[in-house]
């Protein structure tokens, strides 16, 4: 499951220091290794690919790809997405998000890109948290956990971020941990060779900023975590992993381009 230096040589940036900016023992880095594995795997051409992030830890992903990149304003990543692929439609556009990112100020953008089946991946990296800006509770932090703003426990319903994607339209949607790395990449590569909108919730560690005000301080502990509360199946007081939507039906683009040529038979 090691990338190996042909991969580091193909897909990132030689003029970017390394380490990267993200906490020692962050998943983050973990999401990259699995979303380059997919890529490769697929062999896609780099110079097809466009990487596009909104604010946040995640949002730092874009810097160290050689690909074409877009760094945009918080929330608004699947928008200027949109507009790639509409502009570009054989680019392959992969949209990075955090969690807050994602459901909260982009949530609007989230569920209506869903609706549409855009042609776009979507990774949401979800750490249960606001990461960057402080620890403060997210729409997707678990009931009871401590945040900088929920110091005697989260009341607020957490978003199900999956089920949010399949019930509003996306083509395919599915969940993973930074844990299970090797379903992971394969739920990325099969997003990244679907048709419409697809969503790849990756469960991620910020031990940092989540994990020591919920008794588990060290990147170890999360994984632990992953691992004996995410399950394949259905049980109680457990999240569920795996495959939640894979329908065949028409992206946005191709439904589009239809559009385009009926309009123009009604002109004549």
């Keep these: 499951m090691s990338i190996n ?4 040589e193909k897909y990132l940036r030689e003029n970017k220091i390394l380490p990267t900016v993200w906490c020692p023992g962050c998943g983050i880095g973990l999401v990259l290794k699995a979303v380059l594995g997919a890529i490769d795997e ?15 830890c995640a949002g730092r992903m ?17 928008s200027f997405a949109t507009g790639i692929k509409l502009a570009k439609p054989k680019m392959n556009v992969i949209v990075i998000m955090g969690d807050g990112d994602a459901v909260a100020i ?15 991946t979507a990774i949401v990296i979800n750490n249960f948290i606001y990461g960057l800006t402080g620890g403060q509770f997210s729409p997707a932090t678990p009931l009871d956990s401590l945040a900088t703003t929920s110091p005697y426990g989260n009341i607020d319903q957490p978003f199900d971020i999956c089920r949010l994607g ?34 790849v919730e990756a469960l991620s560690n910020c031990h940092i900023n989540y994990g020591k005000r919920n008794n588990l301080s060290k990147p170890i502990d999360m994984f632990n975590w ?24 028409p992206g946005y683009y191709k439904q589009y381009q239809e559009l385009i040529k009926r309009a123009k038979l009604c002109q004549r």
Excluded at 226 to 249: M, S, V, W, Y
């Design 226 to 249: 992953f691992k004996n509360n995410t399950t394949l199946k259905d049980e109680e007081g457990k999240i569920k992993r795996g495959i939640f939507a894979d329908k065949n039906i």
């Design 166 to 199: 399949e019930m509003a339209g996306a083509s395919f949607v599915a969940r993973s941990t930074v844990y299970h790395l090797k379903e992971l990449q394969k739920f990325i590569k099969l997003a990244l060779q679907k048709e419409g909108f697809s969503i």
């Design 5 to 8: 230096l042909t991969i580091i």
């Design 42 to 56: 697929l062999n896609l051409n780099k110079n097809d690919i466009a990487m596009v992030s909104g604010i946040g």
């Design 62 to 78: 874009p810097v160290y790809v050689d690909f074409d990149t877009l760094h945009t304003t918080h929330g608004r990543a699947l």
């Design 106 to 120: 982009g949530g609007n953008h989230f569920i209506h890109t869903s609706r549409r089946n855009i042609e776009l």
